[in-house]
């Protein structure tokens, strides 16, 4: 029958740690199994171009045996974020990618959007698919972490600690938006990190008042002359005060949140806006996504030993554990549980999450 052949491709957003779950493919896949590994670039565009990349061409640039997928962030197949109509609009010439290129199976790397997309054409063109999940909003269901999260946490808590300072030197509520779409994983996680005053994720509603009285009591009893408000991307409107949130809107939410404090602070609170935007996905992985991506890309291989496919791998506490793929997108995406233990930390710390139901 010959040795088998499967293709690789990354999806949607990128991320830190995609690298290091195409090594893992590629070491396991050839070492232990004998397979030939394609790369797909740009995701379904490679597969609609009928495009294929043999990985040693990209091994050979070695500086003494230094692996460079553990050196460069990113994805070196690079990537593309299109939405299910654009892409399920050439389907056919996609399932025929899969087809032409001879491919056994083909493993994703991608979010819940590119997992939906995915399986739908998995499903059409009857391919054997295996997804690694990835994205710095964890938002995907059941995947406890997903690859690229816990760098993207530490990258924005980096980002609030040196906001800090220069918060602290002038007297200022810095306003820092961060991203997560709908969800406010990201938002919350680096925020407690971070020691945040204030966190608003689009799980929870929030009034200005409120939040301008947690402010002033922090100058007034603690003597706390700055804060740190970190506001995710997706939030939505103050339950007491209506803002424009359409695409016509000249300023971000972001913006209109710290025109608001200084409006409900009477003026004596100087308000500045960070949007971190990109930067939060850009560079090296952190060490646990590192072995996130080792860790999911070697079950990944597994699974198509096995035969096991239309599966997510999931990281478990270490473990590993393939997780049917309808299950993850009918429950994707997760948003954030408004009376998790993590709320109730932050909270306890002291800081402004939003109303109490």
């Known amino acids: 029958m010959g040795k088998k052949r499967i293709g690789i491709l990354t999806s949607g957003g990128d991320c830190p740690g995609l690298n290091c779950a195409i090594r893992a493919v590629l070491s396991h896949a050839t070492l232990t199994y004998d397979y030939e590994v394609?790369?797909?670039?740009?995701?379904?565009?490679?597969?609609?171009?009928?495009?294929?990349?043999?990985?040693?061409?990209?091994?050979?640039?070695?500086?003494?045996?230094?692996?460079?997928?553990?050196?460069?962030?990113?994805?070196?197949?690079?990537?593309?974020?299109?939405?299910?109509?654009?892409?399920?609009?050439?389907?056919?010439?996609?399932?025929?990618?899969?087809?032409?290129?001879?491919?056994?199976?083909?493993?994703?790397?991608g979010g819940d959007g590119s997992m939906a997309i995915l399986r739908e054409l998995a499903r059409k063109g009857n391919w054997n698919l295996v997804v690694i999940p990835k994205t710095i909003d964890n938002d995907v269901a059941m995947a406890h972490q997903s690859l690229g999260f816990n760098s993207a946490v530490s990258t924005v808590t980096e980002a609030l600690e040196r906001l800090s300072f220069t918060a602290a030197s002038h007297d200022r509520a810095l306003v820092v938006e961060v991203m997560g779409r709908t969800a406010g994983h990201l938002a919350l996680n680096s925020g407690i990190a971070g020691g945040a005053d204030v966190i608003l994720i689009p799980e929870i509603p929030y009034s200005m008042a409120s939040m301008a009285r947690h402010i002033d009591r922090l100058r007034e009893e603690q003597e706390r002359r700055f804060a740190i408000i970190v506001v995710a991307e997706g939030v939505q409107n103050p339950i007491d005060f209506p803002m424009e949130t359409d695409a016509n809107c000249a300023i971000s939410i972001s913006q209109q949140i710290a025109q608001q404090i200084s409006k409900y602070t009477k003026g004596h609170i100087d308000t500045r806006v960070t949007v971190l935007g990109h930067v939060q996905r850009g560079g090296l992985p952190c060490a646990l996504d590192s072995i996130?991506?080792?860790?999911?890309?070697?079950?990944?291989?597994?699974?198509?030993?096995?035969?096991?496919?239309?599966?997510?791998?999931?990281?478990?506490?270490?473990?590993?554990?393939?997780?049917?793929?309808?299950?993850?997108?009918?429950?994707?995406?997760?948003?954030?549980?408004?009376?998790?233990?993590?709320?109730?930390?932050?909270?306890?710390?002291?800081?402004?999450?939003?109303?109490?139901?």
């Not at 399920?88 to 010439?93: G, K, N, Q, S, V």
């Not at 096995?306 to 049917?324: F, H, L, N, Q």
């Open 38 to 109: 394609l790369g797909i670039p740009y995701a379904t565009e490679g597969l609609r171009e009928r495009k294929a990349i043999s990985f040693p061409s990209y091994c050979v640039s070695y500086l003494h045996g230094i692996d460079p997928l553990l050196c460069v962030g990113g994805t070196i197949l690079g990537s593309i974020n299109k939405g299910d109509h654009e892409t399920l609009a050439c389907a056919d010439d996609i399932i025929g990618g899969y087809q032409d290129l001879g491919l056994d199976a083909l493993i994703a790397i």
């Open 292 to 357: 996130i991506g080792a860790t999911l890309g070697k079950a990944a291989v597994d699974l198509v030993a096995e035969e096991k496919y239309d599966r997510m791998v999931a990281w478990r506490d270490g473990e590993t554990v393939g997780i049917p793929l309808q299950d993850v997108v009918d429950k994707s995406p997760l948003l954030v549980d408004p009376n998790c233990n993590l709320v109730q930390t932050a909270r306890a710390l002291g800081t402004y999450v939003g109303e109490i139901s």
